[in-house]
């Protein structure tokens, strides 16, 4: 196994949603070692929350896999997007840059058209956002975290499948990010676990409504990853231990975790595979 950073790291705490650029040490999504073989050769990939973390990466290994990708993300993401771009040529493919909000249904259809209407196509669509917010008592999660939650969360995937649908062929494939959090639970996460279990039973479900029109729905499911997302909620003293309890002693970087993806959406690698709900868990062997 290749070398990865090690807790404990360098106590922090950003503003949601998080800029991955001033986040240390830096989360790693260039993978180096990961070798493309043209596998998505042609296509067109829509991801949510490709801006940074996981998304920056998925974006990353899709461009070097043969895709071209539309970004959607927080307009105050702006500078971690264009990096993103960046990376994506460098790959020898497009990023077009989409910034909205995904709570609103009325964007997410914007965003479907405005890549459908630029790249002609769209046969990969990965629904990634998210948002966390870490309460310890049930009874402090307010009523307005709950809605922002289940609105980014599991409505926003709702909102991307039925816009995209109409522009999805046989042969395309629906990769939605879900969580360990979805199987077992966490401690001050009652909101974001609720909605990440939702999410893996939306995946199966939406799998079998669409295994008669050729299109795969599937889902990643990780433990904790170094993205964007923990440092901008957890308090420093956590941050600097985030991932100290896996198996490995640290936390997944982002460039551990894309190759799943690629994985799901290459009809080379899974054409068989729809429904499922792939854990990523740093040598953890239960789930649930």
């Known amino acids: 196994m290749h070398q990865q950073p090690k807790p404990p790291f360098p106590e922090q705490q950003h503003e949601k949603?998080?800029?991955?650029?001033?986040?240390?040490?830096?989360?790693?999504?260039?993978a180096p070692h990961y070798k493309g073989a043209g596998k998505l050769e042609g296509g067109v990939a829509l991801i949510t929350g490709g801006d940074s973390g996981?998304?920056?990466?998925?974006?990353?290994?899709?461009?070097?896999?043969?895709?071209?990708?539309?970004?959607?993300?927080?307009?105050?993401?702006?500078?971690?997007?264009?990096?993103?771009?960046?990376?994506v040529e460098a790959e020898g493919r497009e990023a077009l840059l989409i910034p909205g909000d995904v709570c609103e249904v009325d964007f997410c259809e914007e965003a479907v058209r405005r890549t459908v209407g630029h790249f002609g196509k769209l046969t990969i669509l990965v629904n990634?956002?998210?948002?966390?917010?870490?309460?310890?008592?049930?009874?402090?999660?307010?009523?307005?975290?709950?809605?922002?939650?289940?609105?980014?969360?599991?409505?926003?995937?709702?909102?991307?499948?039925?816009?995209?649908?109409?522009?999805?062929?046989?042969?395309?494939?629906?990769?939605?990010?879900?969580?360990?959090t979805g199987l077992e639970g966490s401690d001050g996460l009652l909101d974001y676990s609720a909605t990440k279990g939702a999410i893996h039973a939306f995946t199966k479900t939406l799998a079998r409504q669409l295994v008669d029109r050729h299109i795969r729905v599937n889902c990643v499911a990780p433990g904790p990853v170094w993205t964007p997302l923990n440092p901008s909620d957890k308090d420093p003293k956590a941050v600097?231990?985030?991932?100290?309890?896996?198996?490995?002693?640290?936390?997944?970087?982002?460039?551990?975790?894309?190759?799943?993806?690629?994985?799901?959406?290459?009809?080379?690698?899974?054409?068989?595979?729809?429904?499922?709900?792939?854990?990523?868990?740093?040598?953890?062997t239960r789930a649930g």
């Open 17 to 30: 949603p998080g800029i991955e650029s001033e986040i240390e040490p830096r989360p790693r999504y260039k």
């Open 54 to 87: 996981i998304g920056r990466a998925v974006a990353v290994l899709y461009a070097r896999e043969g895709a071209d990708v539309a970004l959607v993300y927080l307009p105050e993401e702006q500078s971690d997007a264009e990096e993103t771009r960046a990376a």
């Open 128 to 180: 990634n956002a998210a948002y966390q917010n870490t309460v310890a008592k049930p009874e402090d999660v307010t009523l307005e975290q709950w809605d922002i939650t289940f609105k980014t969360n599991i409505y926003a995937y709702f909102y991307m499948v039925r816009a995209a649908l109409p522009h999805l062929e046989a042969g395309a494939a629906i990769i939605n990010t879900g969580s360990i």
């Open 240 to 284: 600097s231990e985030f991932g100290m309890k896996q198996p490995m002693e640290r936390p997944a970087q982002p460039e551990e975790v894309a190759p799943a993806f690629v994985f799901f959406a290459s009809n080379a690698d899974s054409s068989y595979i729809t429904g499922e709900v792939l854990t990523l868990l740093g040598g953890e």
